[in-house]
């Protein structure tokens, strides 16, 4: 196993796709990179690959919708490397189907996994460290009706408000009533609009501190999840996601960026 020396980057879903990209490209500016993976094999293999590009990775192993094994992590983390520098969530599913077992299950890992991994993770994140949410165009709140945009963007948004509107929707969508209410017919574009109100939410709690806390939408990527035909090489989409996880101490919190550059939420 390489030897993880400061800085380090944890990337979760970090066996292939944008993660994997990303902790490349993040180990080649000399970072060392933590890559997560729910399967053990698969991420020691993609660790072992970037390894043997001559660069200092490890794989541990991560669900990020098991608290007790992301509390393992944040343990083993503090034990092995003391601190991180950046934080990028990146894990994320696109189930087939809508269903609310569907809604529940997109939820759990890319909204609420998101909560849990940056609850335990903040402690053994730097005074100055960075926090990545790897969102989606889809993510933004154009597609809700006005009330719902107007929840979604309130700037008092809570944790416990988000949580119950996120809840409202899987409700909804098991009784038959969500089209009443404005909610569209896609359980992951209602994870990325939530998680991207998680980023507010967080970017708001840590206004106090050095930290930052931004969303990247790393554009239609070919990727397992995006699909053959996207317009937009893996290397493309990872630069947004490593420039946000490399801000400079004036660099922004609580933003949308696509390219570096910000987007509408």
Partial sequence: MAALTPPVAVITGGNRGLGLETGRQLAQRGLSVVLTSRDPAQGQRAADRLCAQGLTVVSYPLDVTEPARVAALAKRLRQEVGQIEVLINNAGIALEGFNADVA?????VNCFGVMTVVDHLLPVLSPRGRIVMVSSGMGQVAGLAPA???????????R???IDLLQTFVRELETGQYTQHGWPGNAYQIS???LNALTRILA?????TALRVNAVCPGWVRTD??????PRRV????????WAALLGEDGPSGG????GQPIPW
């Fill in 104 to 108: 529940r299950r997109t939820l759990a």
């Fill in 148 to 158: 719902l945009q107007a929840e979604f963007l309130d700037p008092t948004l809570t």
């Fill in 160 to 162: 416990a408000r988000l």
């Fill in 192 to 194: 990325k609009i939530g």
């Fill in 204 to 208: 708001r709690e840590l206004a106090s």
């Fill in 225 to 230: 999840m995006g699909g053959r035909n996207a």
């Fill in 235 to 242: 290397e493309e989409g990872a630069r947004g996601i490593v």
């Fill in 256 to 259: 949308f960026f696509r390219d």
